[in-house]
């Protein structure tokens, strides 16, 4: 059984940054690529950025590229989301997502996914 739990949400002021935090158990961590997606209620889960199995591959998502950044500690089983010069437009629900067999933007291709963390920015 495969567990992905989130942390590190909260509330934050616009121009403000925030690390979110994720950690997959029940596999081999450093096997596997990692995602983060996001979702607004009433809207479709959006890709925020990816990272293939051993860190030297990332990719993000339009909305985010050059402020957010991926990274991944396989010896603490841990991915990392450093956010920067957040934005009101980046309140959401923030998911972590693993299973696929290569980093990928799309949703279906991510078999495990964690409960979410939330992030609000305020303006």
């Known amino acids: 059984q495969v567990h992905v739990v989130e942390s590190g949400g909260g509330l934050v002021q616009s121009g403000d940054s925030l690390r979110l935090s994720c950690t997959a158990s029940?596999?081999?961590?450093?096997?596997?690529?990692m995602a983060w997606f996001r979702q607004v209620p009433g809207k479709e889960r959006e890709y925020v950025a990816s990272?293939?199995?051993?860190?030297?591959?990332?990719d993000y998502g339009d909305s985010v590229k050059g402020r957010f950044s991926v990274s991944r500690d396989n010896a603490e089983n841990l991915v990392y989301l450093q956010m920067n010069g957040l934005t009101p437009e980046d309140t959401a629900v923030y998911y972590c997502?693993?299973?696929?067999?290569?980093?990928?933007?799309?949703?279906?291709?991510?078999?495990?996914w964690g409960q979410g963390t939330q992030v609000t920015v305020s303006s």
């Open positions: 997502a693993t299973g696929s067999l290569f980093p990928t933007g799309a949703r279906s291709a991510y078999d495990y």
């Open positions: 990272i293939n199995n051993n860190g030297a591959r990332t």
């Open positions: 029940g596999r081999t961590f450093s096997k596997w690529p």
